[in-house]
């Protein structure tokens, strides 16, 4: 029985080319759509390499007592991340790296409009090859703009590395830019404010980093301006977290005036409680899972319970990888695979999913028309 504990490293990893393998799998081929992907979250190994390479510094992970000195250091160093309440488990913590610190380290790297580019192309070029059609990935300017990056150089990257997706890999995209919600809330405005510029690129606002003691509604004041502008709206409810039942809540009927955001990142655990999902599922507001950034933190098992929970409740649910890079290099695909075999789902489930994601994308009418019939053409085919 796969399993009322969680799964071990070696577990998920095995799990992964196992479900990996099998490309003849509908939800290979399947076209898709991918709403909860963090660019940031995209940076491999083989790329945080590469552009080390070419900048001619140390391929840095996590902290300084990792020491990577080849590309095979980096891929073990990925591979041994871990989650926040693992190290709060007591694990000796100087030779280990939380997913907050991996995934921020990799921030460094970025810093030309090239880097933008590639990373954008790398995560592209990947979605093509999944059948990817659509997809609003996220990205965190907070953590560039600090360091010393142009908005020219950060947005003028995604918008070439977008044009070329749409014009070579058949992929549209827009996105949606998040707010680093463990830094101050005047600081999310400034670059709210600052991001107008680029606004043609970016469909919706969305929250992000570090939930402990962060609730959602210490950023009303840019999500109810972000509203009035026409942005969609999301926010991030991290599972497990302290308070997070408050912060789910504060997202499904509170935040931006009133009535709560659009779309809801993770929020799993509006499962445990049948009146906040008789609210989502009365908001009609979709929701982004993804299933394989949660195995390092909760059972297989309580995870698909959940998942079916929602589901039952006719909540839209749609399947996604968040940070695919860190979290064991699982795609959307090993995600949806995952869901179908954790749930018992069948291809018919499977496909009423990807077909949520298309209902709950903020893409433009003509552009989910196409994807949803190129679905029908590939079940029925
Ligand atoms: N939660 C919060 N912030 C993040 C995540 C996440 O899963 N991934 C990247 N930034
Ligand atoms: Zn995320």
Redesign the pocket.
């Known amino acids: 029985m796969i399993c009322a504990k969680l799964l071990t490293q070696a577990a998920r990893l095995a799990l992964r080319d196992e479900l990996g393998a099998n490309q003849s799998a509908l939800m290979h081929k399947i076209p898709k759509v991918e709403l909860h992907v ?1 660019i ?2 995209t940076l491999t190994p083989e790329l945080r390499w590469r552009l080390a390479q070419r900048r001619g510094v140390k391929a840095r992970f996590g902290h300084d007592d990792i020491k990577i000195d080849t590309l095979q250091d980096l891929r073990t160093a990925y591979d041994n991340i871990i989650s926040s309440a693992q190290l709060c488990a007591g694990l000796p913590s100087e030779h280990l790296v939380t ?2 610190q991996a ?1 921020y380290s990799g921030f460094e790297f970025l810093t030309t409009r090239q880097d933008f580019y590639d990373l954008a192309m790398d995560w592209f070029r990947r979605a093509a090859a999944m059948n990817v059609r659509y997809c609003e990935p ?1 990205f ?1 300017p907070q953590g560039h703009t600090s360091r010393g990056v142009t908005w020219e150089d950060m947005m003028g990257g995604f918008r070439d590395a977008q044009r070329t997706a749409a014009s070579e890999l058949n992929i549209q995209s827009r996105w949606i830019m ?1 707010f680093l919600r463990d830094q101050p809330p005047e600081d999310a405005i400034k670059h709210y404010k600052a991001a107008l510029e680029y606004r043609d690129m970016i469909v919706g606002i969305g929250l ?4 402990r003691d962060r609730p959602p509604c210490l950023f009303e004041e840019v999500f109810a301006l972000a509203r009035r502008d026409g942005f969609k709206l999301t926010a ?1 409810c ?1 599972v497990g977290v302290k308070d997070t039942h408050t912060h789910i809540r504060q997202v499904a009927s509170t935040l931006a005036g009133g009535c709560g955001l659009d779309r809801m ?2 929020g799993l655990n509006v499962a445990d409680k049948t009146d906040l999902t008789a609210l989502v599922a009365q908001r009609d507001m979709s929701m982004t899972i ?1 299933p394989w ?1 949660y195995l390092r933190r909760e059972t297989y098992d309580s995870i698909a319970e959940r998942i079916r929970v929602l589901v039952d409740a006719g909540i839209r649910v749609s399947i996604a990888s ?2 695919p890079a ?1 979290t064991d290099q699982s795609w959307v695909t090993h995600n949806l695979l995952l869901t179908q075999r954790m749930c018992g789902f069948t291809d018919r489930d499977m496909v009423k999913l990807v077909k949520n994601g298309v209902d709950a994308s903020w893409a433009e009418p003509n552009v989910k028309e196409a994807i949803l019939l190129e679905i029908d053409a590939v079940q029925d085919s």
Request: charged share 30%.
């Open positions: 963090h940031e979250g997913f907050f995934y996220f965190d998040c992000d980093s570090n939930e991030h991290d990142d993770h993804c950034a968040d940070s860190y």
